[in-house]
């Protein structure tokens, strides 16, 4: 499989979620035509925020404990105004937490959450097309205080064939035939996405005639196949 590197901090687009919630992380990833009509799985290797195992993800020196937000109160927002204007805003305090960490992990930072290098596998299903886009639940950053993972979302480029292109569920594949082959009738050797197999060229077969394989085209859903053109 291949192996796709993506950088913390510009590499992988993110995207925030709730309170706790982990980033989503994006990685491409580039596979030839006959892996995206069969499907595959894929390494990936990239760079993810992961829970801090030396505090368990609470962001405190071991033997110590986060201490509720003495400004939110444990709310992670404050609100300022008076009368009917009033502004709700995450706590400048403790970032939206709703606690403070007076002394820090060292390996984190008081974080909760670090960088680290992970390999994952990720399945591509059969029949998948170009410029498609997969969303692999719980497999990106690690949530704050132990919250939730962030997904993994998959951009899928599919290298040109050298024998088909895809039309649908149908591939199409040119095929050179002789005059006499044509005008008399054969039968010949073509590929096929499984291997080589043979077809009957009709007596009498036109120049860009279009001749059809049945079942030997991209799987398509319900368990049948397109056809081969």
Excluded: W
Aim: aromatic content about 4%; hydrophobic content about 30%; proline content about 5%.
């Amino acid at each position: 499989g291949g192996s796709i590197f993506e950088d913390l901090f510009g590499g992988g687009r993110r995207g925030g979620g709730g309170r706790g919630q982990g980033a989503s992380l994006r990685v491409n990833v580039t596979i030839p035509f006959r892996e995206a009509v069969f499907g595959c799985t894929k390494t990936i290797d990239l760079k993810r925020h992961e829970s801090c195992a030396t505090c368990a993800g609470s962001g405190a020196k071991k033997g110590t404990k986060p201490k509720t937000c003495p400004l939110c109160h444990g709310h992670g927002v404050v609100r300022q105004g008076q009368g009917f204007f009033v502004v709700q805003t995450t706590c400048p305090q403790c970032g939206g937490r709703g606690q403070v960490v007076a002394d820090p992990c060292n390996d984190c930072g008081g974080n909760g959450i670090k960088a680290e290098k992970v390999t994952i596998k990720v399945r591509i299903p059969a029949g998948v097309e170009d410029s498609s886009r997969l969303r692999v639940s719980g497999e990106g950053d690690a949530g704050r205080d132990n919250g939730p993972r962030g997904d993994l979302f998959v951009d899928i480029a599919v290298k040109d064939d050298e024998f088909f292109e895809r039309h649908g569920d149908d591939v199409v594949c040119r095929v050179p035939v002789t005059y006499a082959q044509a005008a008399l009738g054969a039968e010949i050797e073509v590929p096929t996405l499984d291997g080589k197999a043979n077809m009957r060229i009709p007596a009498g077969t036109q120049p860009g005639e279009i001749l059809r394989m049945r079942g030997q085209g991209v799987p398509a859903r319900g368990g049948r196949r397109g056809d081969q053109l």
